[in-house]
Nanobody, 124 residues
Framework: QVQLVEAGGGLVQAGGSLRLSCAAS????????VGWFRRAPGKEREFVAA????????YYADSVKGRFSISRDNAKNTVYLQMNSLKPEDTAVYYC?????????????????WGQGTQVTVSS
């Protein structure tokens, strides 16, 4: 009954920043882990970051650690992904997803609800 809607993608130059949002409707995300994944052309979907809603604990893929930051806004039932120092290899469709539990997982198959995705393109 919950829907996730991503927004904030676009075209940026290398070294620039974008802030993605993932808004949930229908029910809150309070009992879940929420993750960001991305899929580049010709590549598998890969884990980017996750946040445990209840605790605020965060997790990051090595490829984005130190550059990306995941956060939440309880009042807006929204998760954000702040992306700094963007690189061309960050170009992908970014998806937010709800995990089946409140525990961390970086495996896409353990997430049961997905947004439609938002395109991020980083030019060199």
């Amino acid at each position: 009954q919950v829907q996730l809607v991503e927004a904030g993608g676009g075209l940026v130059q290398a070294g620039g920043s974008l802030r993605l949002s993932c808004a949930a409707s229908g029910r809150t995300l309070s009992n879940h882990v929420v993750g960001w994944f991305r899929r580049a052309p010709g590549k598998e979907r890969e884990f980017v970051a996750a946040i445990i809603w209840s605790s605020g604990n965060t997790y990051y893929a090595d490829s984005v650690k130190g550059r990306f930051s995941i956060s939440r806004d309880n009042a807006k039932n929204t998760v954000y992904l702040q992306m700094n120092s963007l690189k061309p290899e960050d170009t992908a469709v970014y998806y937010c997803a709800r995990g089946g539990s409140q525990y961390y997982t970086g495996f896409a198959r353990q997430y049961d609800l997905w947004g439609q995705g938002t395109q991020v393109t980083v030019s060199s």
